[in-house]
């Protein structure tokens, strides 16, 4: 069983920052591609940026240029720093195990003045 915990979550004005983190508990975390998603109230689940095991990284194209994904496998740790906010950033965000059953709970970011 592996267990995803997202953090970094939060309140952020405009043009602001946020760090995300997702911590995995479990063995299979080093083989997977992990990947980070998002869920805007009303609006179907959406992927935002994957890394695969070797670090190699790609996003959804509106996401390039303003977020970044990371991980460190020593630590079973995927972050997502995401840069220049805007409002309709604002959604739940989940971290995911590609090709797996596996997501974590989400975190919520909420951007507003």
């Known amino acids: 069983q592996v267990q995803l915990v997202e953090s970094g979550g939060g309140l952020v004005q405009p043009g602001g920052s946020l760090r995300l983190s997702c911590a995995a508990a479990?063995?299979?975390?080093?083989?997977?591609?992990m990947g980070w998603y998002r869920q805007a109230p009303g609006k179907q689940r959406e992927m935002v940026a994957t890394v695969t095991t070797a670090g190699s990284t790609s996003y959804a194209g509106s996401f390039k240029g303003r977020f970044t994904i990371s991980r460190d496998s020593a630590k079973n740790t995927v972050y997502l720093q995401m840069n220049s906010l805007k409002t309709e950033d604002t959604a739940v965000y989940y971290c995911h195990l590609l090709g797996s059953a596996f997501w974590g709970q989400g975190t919520q970011v909420t951007v507003s003045s």
């Open positions: 479990g063995s299979i975390f080093s083989p997977y591609a």
